[in-house]
């Protein structure tokens, strides 16, 4: 049992890192947003100007209405990621500390279930395709579905460990 907890531990480190890393991939998709916005609102010129200074060209770059559809769904999936592996973060130190069946492991799971199932609209980086079709990750669906079935077992689990804590 010993070595399980010192591979959670490493499991855990490296979520931790996954996790700070998405910090710094939504900070950095917000700044260059806001980038784009500047550009598009001050006009190229300006900043061709730089660019060109710098030993680079630079096309015309639009955001636009569908532009920042992207970028908000971009956003969003990673926040999203961002608060998955805050659950996965929050399972792991639970199963490290032994408190696997309570009641703060069924509402991370459906917690974890929810934001996968958001994520299965989002898991492609569109949320409509061209002609109208509407895309879906089925691979994030389908763990959502898993993670919402295995919260239900683990409720149940947790409402038989507290009768058994009761009957003895």
């Not at 996954?18 to 900070?27: E, F, G, Q, T």
């Not at 949320?127 to 089925?138: C, E, R, S």
Request: net charge positive; with cysteine.
């Amino acid at each position: 049992m010993k070595n399980d907890t010192k591979k959670m531990k490493w499991i855990l480190t490296f979520v931790n890192v996954c996790y700070y890393i998405n910090i710094l991939a939504l900070v950095t998709e917000i700044i260059g947003a806001i980038v784009l916005l500047l550009i598009s609102v001050t006009g190229m010129d300006s900043f061709n100007k730089f660019v060109t200074d710098l030993g680079a060209s630079v096309q015309n770059t639009n955001l636009g209405l569908l532009g920042m559809v992207f970028f908000l769904a971009a956003c969003l999936q990673t926040f999203l990621l961002l608060l998955l592996l805050r659950m996965i973060r929050a399972f792991l130190r639970n199963v490290i500390e032994d408190a696997i069946f309570t009641w703060d492991n069924v509402r991370l799971a459906k917690k974890t279930s929810l934001y996968l199932f958001l994520l299965s609209f989002l898991g492609s980086g569109l949320l409509f395709g061209a002609g109208g079709i509407f895309i879906l990750n089925t691979g994030y669906l389908f763990a959502s579905l898993l993670v919402w079935v295995i919260a239900k077992v683990l409720e149940k689990a947790v409402a038989i460990a507290e009768e058994n804590e009761f009957t003895i």
